[in-house]
């Protein structure tokens, strides 16, 4: 049977694994294109994931209360989603045309 100890390492270790993927993959989209929204994606995405694993480390192995842990989890958790939100932006404000079907009959 899983331990609730077991469990919340393995969501944390999944949480490392795909989110250094995705930091990854938007890094390298960002160097081929110089796009600054990849940018901004890869660093939001970075912040989330960094953060996960920040909240998890602080509480089992610095032994810092769960409420501080969870707390650090949160600040990182919102100020990566706020980057996220501005790639979303940043991409309309610098001139690129979206390719979606309901712009390109108009």
């Known amino acids: 049977m899983f331990t609730t100890t077991f469990v919340l390492a393995l969501t944390k270790a999944a949480t490392l694994s795909f989110g250094a993927i995705l930091t990854g993959l938007s890094w390298r989209a960002y160097r081929r294109t110089a796009d600054p929204a990849l940018r901004a994606l890869a660093v939001g995405i970075g912040l989330v994931t960094i953060g ?28 990566g989603f706020a980057v996220l939100t501005y790639s979303l932006y940043s991409g309309q404000e610098s001139g690129h045309e979206s390719r979606s079907p309901s712009r390109q009959n108009a």
Do not use: N, P, W, Y
């Not at 998890?56 to 610095?62: A, I």
């Open 52 to 79: 996960a694993i920040l909240g998890g480390v602080l509480h089992r192995v610095v032994a810092v209360d769960l409420v501080v842990a969870v707390s650090v989890q949160s600040v990182f958790t919102a100020c």
